[in-house]
């Protein structure tokens, strides 16, 4: 007997919500924590930890007066199309790294070999045997980098590729110099926040007219419970340099929510170029919503001189909320901006993204290009700025932003801003809303495939124009994981 | 071949097949023919699967089995085979990887080894000259942006691919120009074979032409009031549909 459509569907986004989170598992590892709570205390402790120069704990207390200020006036912004219960920041721990063997691991020898295997189990074997071919990788377990790959080959051409805080302590000018002059801890109030408390994340300098030979990476992994992660990253490429970054970060599955904080710094001198690709799957929280990490990032490149690119590409499948805005400051003239971004929200997940251009720049050009997911009850904004700026002769902006609907529970929302200030300028912006017909569905059955293949195939139709600008590797990770997010959700 | 016995079937509680009985053998070609709205691409979607549609009473057997019982899927993997009247648009996914696909998951089922990349292509080669397609068509997305005789050809091609045992084809003739219906007569005789078989819904005599049935069905209000050999369609082309109307209204005790 033939079922009617209707009911299809309604079993079949059931099905959804019970999709497989196969990296929300816990490694038992014993944690040096510091207490929940946040105080000055608490960051002079971070930074002694470290044992930061004295000028970093500066800038931490200035940041943490500052949001201390901004908590107990307009508090956390209230704009983004997202709903969540106030945060208890004094329940957070600030502070969470994995105990070590006397002094820390000098080597990949010393690691406590259940953090290689944490790794490992990820898919980022990080022992010298197993490492990824042509991917130098830092990985970063709750509030501190525990490896770093193929750093003495990368330091031969002078690439400086390490935790941050390595970097504070053996390039300490770099960091004073490039630290919060792309996203100053005024900016928002978790910029603030994570000035104030970040731990580690990666440092990348290139120096000038040298081509990164392969390609640079990041893996974040939060295990505590109760835990943030505040991680900072920052990027410099200098004059004519080229190089590529990848992102990758996972979570266990737990019922309560972790914040998650981060700030990216892109610093790229005239004919530079800077690749930044993120594929983010922490985990999502239940099909109830409870859990699931709240992923506030401020993510923001400058094309400081003539010519530089920057280019952003982003696939976010996970997190309970997702808050985040890549953006690029183009005030070299005839530097390039790009915005790739593929974001799914399936059960009852939230996503608020989008970018910023700000064109400074005679001739600059940047291009927006948005694929929007919703599927379960999960609910997808799409937030962007174009501001051409009254220098910026012949600027031109090209933004899409398309959004597919699985199912009729879950929402499609687009706030496009454009600010146009000169009149030899151009921005255009086209954008659609589709859903995955059930005609699409039965011509695909009626050729014999699937229905979790026919969606996965739509879905990957529809995100195609974002993946051809994943580097390969991620490209298949990205394919599958859609697939993945998406099982179960036709019948 | 394929067996439909007393088959009614409606879309949201309208009954639109009012008992169907129609017997297919291998190596047969059946013209459905029938006036707007009598019910013949329902007949084709009920056949395929098509989640809209109810069937309320009958049943169909399909080499043995009920077919009923299968979802679409499974019965395209099984061989059945429905040429759209409106070929749907699948953004992004070029017409190779769908095909690809498709022969892959049929493939599975009957235990066969998956085709790698190269020996589809191979595959693809020869079933486009078999329709006259350009290879530059294999990597468009499928459907998109084709004109309307490009979608129909698109179906012949996905029918030359797939190889079903039981094609049906449902309007595949509607708004072609003489070329193109040439073109998708000649790959519907050379995919004729004598272990397969053929049911062509249609309008008008048009594509009998060139597709010589050996049975020719006229539905009407959902039921199958007349069959005969090639000359019923030649018939209907002259008279039009309406003496079927009047037989089909004497043959029935008055309603109302």
Known sequence: ????????????????????????????????????????????????????????????????????????????????????????????????????????????????????????????????????????????????????????????????????????????????????????????????????????????????????????????????????????????????????????????????????????????HEGARIKYSTVQNWYAGDAEGRGGIFNFVTKRGLCAGRGARISWTQVETGSAITWKYPSVILRGDDSVGEFYSVALTANRQQADTGTKMIHIGRNTRSTIISKGISAGRGNNTYRGLVKILPRADHARNYTQCDSLLLGDRCGAHTFPYIEVGNASSTAEHEASTSKISDEQLFYCKQRGISGDNAVSMIVNGFCKEVFRNLPMEFAVEATKLLGVSLEGSVG | MLSIRGLCAGVEGKAILKRIDLEVGAGEVHAVMGPNGSGKSTL??????????????????????????????????????????????????????????????????????????????????????????????????????????????????????????????????????????????????????PDNATILVTHYQRMLEYVEPDHVHVLFDGRIVKSGDRTLALELERRGYDWIRDEAAGARPAAV
């Not at chain 1, 800038?59 to 997202?82: D, I, S």
């Not at chain 1, 945060?87 to 691991?105: F, H, K, N």
């Not at chain 2, 190779?96 to 589809?120: I, P």
């Open chain 2, 44 to 193: 084709a979607q009920v056949l395929a699967g098509h989640p809209a549609y109810t069937v309320t009473a009958g049943e169909v057997t399909y080499l043995g089995q009920d077919l009923l019982a299968l979802p679409p899927e499974e019965r395209a993997r099984a061989g059945v085979f429905l040429a759209f009247q409106y070929p749907v648009e699948i953004p992004g996914v070029s017409n190779a990887y769908f095909l690809k696909s498709a022969v892959n998951e049929q493939r599975a089922r009957q235990g066969l080894e998956e085709l790698d990349a190269m020996e589809f292509l191979e595959l693809l080669e020869a079933k486009l000259r078999l329709v006259e397609m350009d290879r530059s068509f294999v990597n468009r997305p499928v459907n998109e942006g084709f004109s309307g005789g490009e979608k129909k050809r698109n179906e012949i091609l996905q029918m030359a691919v797939l190889e079903p045992k039981l094609a049906i084809l449902d309007e595949t003739d509607s708004g072609l120009d003489i070329d193109a219906l040439r073109v998708v007569a000649q790959g519907v005789n050379r995919l004729r074979r």
């Open chain 1, 1 to 268: 007997m033939t079922r009617t459509g209707k009911e299809e569907r309604t079993t079949t986004l059931e099905a959804l919500a019970d999709r497989e989170y196969p990296w929300g598992f816990v490694s038992d590892i014993e944690a040096d924590a510091l207490p929940p709570g946040l105080s000055e205390d608490v960051i002079r402790l971070i930074s002694g930890k470290k044992q930061e120069p004295e000028f970093m704990l500066q800038w931490r207390l200035r940041a943490y007066r500052h949001w201390v200020k901004l908590e107990r006036t307009a508090g956390a912004p209230k704009w983004a199309n997202v709903k969540y219960a106030p945060i208890d920041y004094q329940a957070i721990v600030y502070y969470s790294a994995p105990r070590r063997q006397g002094e820390g691991p000098a080597s990949l020898d010393e690691v406590d070999p259940k953090l290689l295997e944490t790794f490992a189990k990820l898919g980022i074997p990080l022992g010298e045997q197993q490492r990824l071919a042509g991917v130098a990788v830092d990985a970063v377990f709750d509030s501190v980098s525990v490896a770093t790959t193929f750093k003495e080959k990368l330091a031969e051409l002078g690439i400086v590729f390490c935790a941050f805080s390595e970097a504070v302590r053996d390039h300490p000018d770099l960091v004073q110099r490039y630290l919060g002059s792309v996203v100053p801890y005024t900016d928002n109030f978790y910029a603030a926040l994570n000035s104030a408390v970040f731990s580690d994340g990666s440092f990348c300098y290139i120096p000038k007219g040298v081509r990164c030979p392969m390609e640079l990476s990041t893996y974040f992994r939060i295990n505590t419970a109760g835990s943030g992660q505040f991680e900072r990253t920052l990027i410099v490429a200098e004059a004519g340099s080229e190089v590529s970054y990848l992102e990758g970060c996972t979570a266990p599955r737990r019922d309560e929510n972790q914040l998650h904080a981060a700030v990216v710094e892109l610093v790229a």
